[in-house]
């Protein structure tokens, strides 16, 4: 059974930093590409970035290049993704997922970030 277990999220200052995490078990995660989300209130989920199986940079949002990092560790199983110079629009609760070989789609329970002051 595929789990993705985010953490990491909570309260932080604008400019401030967060690295989250999502652990991966019930299927060979060295062999999948890695993606975060993330959805804000009232908003479509998003694509923040990507990571393929091999560590290579899939894609970044336009919004968070140059501030967001997407990284893995296979010997881990976790995907990390560590976000400085936070803005108050990066608020979302953000999602890791993964795609299996069938296309299907699995998502973690999510963790919610908050910049505030």
């Known amino acids: 059974q595929v789990q993705l277990v985010e953490s990491g999220g909570g309260l932080v200052q604008p400019g401030g930093s967060l690295r989250l995490s999502c652990i991966a078990s019930g299927f060979t995660f060295a062999e999948y ?17 990507g990571i393929t199986s091999t560590g290579i940079i899939i894609n970044y949002a ?15 199983n ?29 998502w973690g329970q ?5 910049v505030s002051s």
């Open 33 to 49: 590409p890695m993606y975060w989300y993330r959805q804000a209130p009232g908003k479509e989920r998003e694509l923040v970035a």
């Open 62 to 76: 336009d919004s968070v290049k140059g501030r967001f990092t997407i990284s893995r560790d296979n010997a881990k």
């Open 78 to 106: 976790t995907v990390y993704l560590q976000m400085n110079s936070l803005k108050p629009n990066d608020t979302a609760m953000y999602y890791c997922m993964t795609v299996g070989r069938l296309r299907e789609i699995y």
């Open 110 to 114: 999510g963790t919610q970030v908050t």
